[in-house]
């Protein structure tokens, strides 16, 4: 039998059907994504659905770091940073072409840092036991300074060094999505759900939009569970309108600056800003990212956007560790992403199945099913939970959690890893590369400052289900939050190769193009979008 893919066509057609599901799930992002994966391996019959795009949200904008977290140590929650650390392991393992290890220098201006940092740190290690990817020791002054040129010298004692992940979070996406599918999942983005399905009192299923044509379905399930992250709360009131907040949302701003502020292979770890934060300064795709803030939000906007004292904040802590201080006109891109934060009401209303500070799982009167909270480091958990309340809620059959050592799609025994961008596709670089013989003028680069092909922009036409410029431009490849401003350029030649693929006409290109260069003047710092 032929595998299911990420077609729209296929998936469409398979959602008109009518037939019942298992499981649909609500939410294409981390959680939502690795629900579908976890209950595809066990066996049930999954229908992902996202109102926009795959990662859309929370779950491309992340600080790019697969890791246990710090300053989760720093408050004693050892247990939360064991998990983590655990899950980071795995994910290395499962994702080898997504996921690698990077050292981290925390720069000391003072000698009583050294032992304070390395104790701490050396703890971290330890909690990672047999999955460690590497492990933490003291340098001096000048291995420091090798190791990160342009840090600021005057007062610099040394540092301490340690290993975490990173990884590119939309393209881990783009492999749990197809990771489903091939599992036998459905799934469709730009979808949404309008509507919660019941019967005698009970959910049944949704009501389904697709933003393309506007046709709407009802699709029937025997559980649905929503993963839609900081728009958890809007979902649930599908179900019960007077349902109390879950969620107290908060946003996390980054900057992304020319390589030049950090030129070597190291990152730097600052353990605590004025706001008491830990902030980074991050390699990344030929990049240097600096993040991130904390403030919280009173609304969710659907495209969040950095305020201006969040870059002021990131700018002028980088600058306290750099020899150069970064400025607004240094600021290649920024961007914000929405952290789904539980508040101490979560569970009123309904039953709450698992609740940490990190996640947690709560089952409506109805049986709506809501995974909220976390990281992208933990989603595996998230998810195994999720999926086991809703077997519970659905009366499936019930089956063992089987991702702990699922290979995702793409995975290789060779990956190239570092930050080439061509060897994030894994196992697919031979589709990319037979496209360029094919079509050698696919090799040519989108644009000189960006480490893109136009190759890359068919493969996510025809394998990724990109449906728009943003799609590509966005989250299969990474070059908005690269460089915003040489996106708007190469936007007019990937909506026309995209319009070739799709079978779109000059009025869609056209608007893909405007849209694309409104929503690129937002990942620029105002004044500075010309």
Not at 93 to 111: C, E, G, K, S, T
Not at 316 to 340: I, M, N
């Amino acid at each position: 039998m032929t595998p299911n893919t990420l077609s729209r066509r296929e998936n469409l057609a398979r959602v008109r059907s009518g037939a019942e599901w298992d499981l649909v799930v609500v939410g294409g992002g981390a959680t939502g994504l690795g629900t579908a994966v976890d209950a595809a391996a066990r066996g049930y019959r999954v229908l992902v659905l996202d109102a926009l795009d795959f990662a859309h949200g929370t779950s491309s904008r992340s600080t790019k770091l697969v890791h246990g977290g710090v300053r989760y140590l720093a408050q004693g929650n050892v247990p939360l940073v064991r998990e983590a650390l655990r899950e980071r392991g795995l994910l290395a393992r499962n994702a080898p072409h997504l996921v690698h290890a990077r050292d981290f220098i925390v720069p000391a201006y003072r000698f009583a840092q050294l032992p304070f940092y390395g104790v701490g740190l050396w703890m971290y290690d330890r909690l990672a036991g047999k999955l460690s990817l590497g492990r933490s020791r003291w340098l001096g002054r000048d291995e420091v300074i090798e190791r990160i040129p342009t840090i600021r010298r005057d007062g610099l004692r040394g540092g301490i060094l340690y290993t975490d992940g990173q990884f590119d979070d939309a393209r881990l996406a783009v492999a749990l999505a197809r990771t489903a599918v091939e599992l036998g999942a459905s799934a469709l983005n730009h979808c949404a759900v309008v509507g919660i399905l019941k019967e005698l009192g009970k959910v049944s299923g949704v009501r389904a939009r697709d933003a393309e044509t506007g046709e709407e379905f009802e699709i029937r399930a025997k559980a649905v569970v929503n993963a839609t992250g900081v728009h958890a709360d809007a979902i649930r009131r599908l179900d019960q309108p007077d349902a109390s907040p879950m969620l107290a949302p908060s946003q996390g701003a980054h900057v992304v600056l020319d390589r030049s502020f950090l030129p070597g292979d190291a990152a730097v770890m600052v353990p605590k800003t004025d706001d008491g934060r830990v902030l980074f300064a991050i390699p990344w795709h030929g990049r240097a990212l600096i993040g991130t803030t904390d403030v919280p939000l009173a609304s969710i906007p659907r495209e969040p956007r950095p305020l201006d004292e969040e870059v002021a904040f990131l700018l002028e802590h980088a600058g306290r560790y750099l020899a150069k201080a970064p400025t607004r006109a240094d600021v290649k891109s920024q961007f914000a992403g929405l952290r789904p934060l539980i508040n101490a009401e979560a569970g009123r209303g309904g039953q709450t199945k698992k609740l940490s500070r990190e996640h947690a799982v709560v089952v409506s009167d109805a049986g709506l099913v809501t995974v909220t909270g976390g990281k992208w480091t933990t989603y595996r958990v998230m998810a195994s939970d999720a999926v086991e309340q809703a077997a519970e809620v659905a009366g499936l059959p019930r089956r063992r959690c089987a991702t702990e050592s699922l290979h995702l799609h793409g995975w290789t025994d060779r990956p190239a890893g570092g930050e080439e961008t061509l060897a994030l596709y894994g196992s697919d670089l031979a589709g990319i590369e037979a496209l360029v013989a094919e079509s050698p003028d696919l090799g040519r680069p989108l644009h000189p400052s960006l480490p893109y092909i136009e190759a890359e922009v068919v493969w996510a036409a025809r394998h990724e289900a990109a449906r728009t410029v943003e799609d590509v431009l966005a989250r299969r490849a990474r070059a908005l939050f690269l460089d915003a401003r040489a996106c708007v350029e190469c936007a007019p030649r990937v909506a026309e190769i995209m319009a070739a693929e799709l079978g779109a006409d000059d009025a869609w290109k056209e608007r893909q193009v405007a849209d694309f260069r409104a929503l690129a003047a937002t990942y620029l710092p105002k004044g500075t979008e010309a």
